[in-house]
């Protein structure tokens, strides 16, 4: 039994929102029915994106739906409100938010009080001045990108198919990556892996026409696996031709022109930025403790230290380790420990509430797999090293069992069975990021004056 009527608000549905929110359903099941407690998860999305399988979905391996989790039918005892929340006053107990209602209604955001908070807001892309990056840098963090660079890349090769002037092509067929992890590392390969098959359809574009290049400021890429299975890979992505350049800063791609910091000048319709991540700005406009990198104070207990009813985990959030040998280490902020610590989060609040003890986070890392495109890969796993298809079949098989609901294991797995009997699908369907531009045309509409903002097209 809960002491008091407890309303808990879970800010975010990422990783730890979803899971964190799905764990209290089900060590409150009792309360909830009753009345007695009350669970809120404000998001700016109504899914949880699973992000280890957005390489893929780029890739055209797996539908874009299936890599996404409807929270509403996964969180059927909680309140989901789509929206944002703008500024948190801890002491009152109170965020500001703003929803989709709240522009046409005109009244200004909205006030939700809460007796337990959950911070889970996760984090955006960390970005740096760079000349052009702001016009012309893609990111690769949601679903939404992941879509819109495959639709990009392929359009590349239309224009590059087309064009009888050799400068647009060489630039329509030049993909600058700009970070040696997970994301930058999958994706490149992934997306090369694509190109290179579509380039079968193409009577002039071959796979030895295009550039790929992957930049990088430290001495080795995918660090989460080790050095020996680093070097592998990056011998691995240079024998498939792939421009790997270690040390190596992006300094400009103002006018679609990338400039390394060796020197070395492409021209580029493609600048995808994976160059890591930085907490959520939310976590600014809370009058909660900070670290100096701008993330939550935590306890291993997931509670946000110096406050009470406040907790914390995930990308947003510090929580020591208290397995490693050197003291003050955090945590790394990947989906590995999100997860485990959300069930412990939802496991804590539960504890809370009754006045049980709390229980201590700790998880040893078991290691790393990654994706290098179809049938290839590396692992770190327990120690053990893997590489080419075995570290491939792992990272699925992985993956597979980590995606949440039976629904989407199953759809997932049906997808890939169906992909290893048919041929891959090279469509691009730029034109559904805006999907109104025909129309509009035609009731008059005026048409764009700079085709480089051409409604019809991704790029």
């Known amino acids: 039994m809960v002491k008091e009527r407890a309303r ?61 989790v409807p929270l509403r039918r996964v969180l059927d005892q909680c309140h989901v409100v789509v929206g944002e929340v703008r500024s948190i006053d801890h002491a009152k107990r109170t965020v500001t938010l703003t929803t989709l209602a709240t522009e046409e209604e005109g009244a200004g955001p909205e006030h939700m009080t809460y ?5 889970a807001p996760g984090s955006i892309s960390r970005t740096l001045p760079i000349p052009g990056l702001a016009d012309h840098g893609i990111g690769f963090k949601s679903v939404e990108e992941a879509i819109g660079l495959r639709n990009h890349v392929i359009e590349q090769m239309d224009i ?72 592998y890979t990056v011998t691995e ?14 300094e400009s791609c103002a006018d679609r022109v990338a400039v390394l910091s060796d020197g070395a000048r492409f021209p580029t319709r493609t600048v995808v930025w994976t160059a890591g991540v930085k907490p959520s700005p939310l976590l600014a406009a809370t009058d909660l403790p900070r670290t100096e990198r701008g993330r939550l104070k935590c306890t291993p207990q997931l509670t946000i230290e110096g406050v009470t009813h406040a907790w914390a985990a ?36 539960a504890h809370s509430l009754r006045g049980e003890p709390l229980e201590t986070y700790s998880h ?17 796993v327990y120690g053990r090293k893997l590489k080419g298809y075995p570290a491939w079949f792992m990272h699925r098989v992985y ?8 629904n989407r294991k199953a759809r997932v797995l049906a997808e890939w069975t169906l992909s290893g009997l048919f041929k891959r699908e090279i469509v691009s369907l730029g034109s559904l990021e805006h999907p ?17 903002n051409d409604p019809k097209g991704s790029s």
């Not at 993956?399 to 039976?406: A, D, I």
């Open 314 to 349: 995930g990308d947003a959030a510090a929580v020591p380790d208290v397995t490693a040998a050197a003291p003050g280490t955090e945590t790394a902020p990947n989906a590995q420990h999100a997860v485990r610590q959300a069930k412990l989060l939802g496991d804590n609040i």
């Open 160 to 231: 590059a198919s087309s064009t009888r002037d050799p400068a647009i092509r060489d630039a329509a067929l030049t993909f600058v990556f700009v970070g040696g992890g997970f994301a930058g590392v999958e994706a490149l390969g992934e997306l090369e892996d694509m190109a290179r098959y579509a380039a079968r359809c193409y009577h002039n574009v071959r796979p030895e026409d295009m550039k790929w290049i992957l930049v990088e400021a430290s001495d080795r890429i995918l660090p989460e696996v080790g050095e020996e299975m680093g070097r």
């Open 436 to 452: 109104r531009a025909e129309f509009e045309l035609a009731a008059g509409g005026k048409p764009p004056t700079d085709p480089m």
């Open 237 to 250: 992505l240079r024998r498939r031709n792939i421009d790997v350049r270690l040390h190596t800063r992006l």
């Open 8 to 68: 808990i608000l879970v800010v975010g549905g990422g990783y730890v929102g979803m899971y964190t929110a799905l764990r209290l359903q089900q060590k409150l099941k009792r309360e909830l029915r009753r009345g007695e407690a009350e669970i809120t998860v404000v998001t700016p999305d109504p899914y949880m994106t699973y992000q280890p399988f957005l390489p893929e979905a780029a890739a055209g391996a797996i539908s874009p739906r299936h890599v996404v």
């Open 399 to 406: 993956h597979l069992s980590r995606v949440p609901t039976f």
């Open 364 to 380: 040893r890392y078991v290691g790393s797999v990654a994706s290098l495109g179809l049938h290839k890969g590396v692992a770190h």
């Open 115 to 119: 007796d337990e908070l959950v911070l």
